[in-house]
């Protein structure tokens, strides 16, 4: 994550051991990186469709991803390829893609991020060390940032220090409603 670090956010929500000074400076610092991350968005208006910026720049709350539980990632050199024996799969002139796949809190949206031209991908992806909880847990906060002025980069941090960061040149993001037919409060058993 270029702006927000785990270590930032955890000293942010007060999840470490730390004076009532220390919180103080660590929000302070926390709200700091928010505003130098929203300036450098204001420059990727061009970089990317309207939609997704208008998602990176106002999707927070309701219609943003914090609390979103990841569906799938899915990364490699064919994942539109059917493996059915009708067309060959040709070597060395695939392009590797990603796509991501998330389900907001209120499960009634899910959100794709179709990845395209990737250079580089890291993860740091681990179980959440939780008596109720076999996942990796909820996401906290996800940016969007420019490596260069080819690539761009979309880091996801969730709530345990997991990390998902992705470095990409073309970005195709789809977001659909969900006609729930289930209470919000059956999401937890």
Known sequence: MKYITYDILAAANDWVDQTEEELRQAEKLFWSKVE?????????????????WHF?????????????????????????????????FWLNHQRMSARIEFLNYEQDLHYVFDLRGLSRVRSDIFIE?????????????YELTAVD???????????????????????????????RKYALDEIYR
């Open 36 to 52: 130098d991350y929203r300036r450098e968005l204001e420059g990727l208006k061009s970089r990317i469709s309207h939609p997704a």
């Open 56 to 88: 990176f720049r106002h999707g927070f709350g309701r219609y943003g991803l914090h609390d979103a539980s990841l569906l799938s990632l899915t990364v490699g050199d064919g994942l539109d390829y059917v493996a059915d024996g009708i067309k060959p």
């Open 129 to 141: 060390e939780d008596p109720y909880s076999k996942s990796i847990g909820d996401l906290y906060l």
């Open 149 to 179: 002025q080819d690539l761009l980069q979309l880091g996801f941090l969730f709530a345990s220090g997991a990390s998902i960061v992705i470095r990409f040149r073309r970005l195709v993001f789809r977001r659909k409603r969900i006609k």
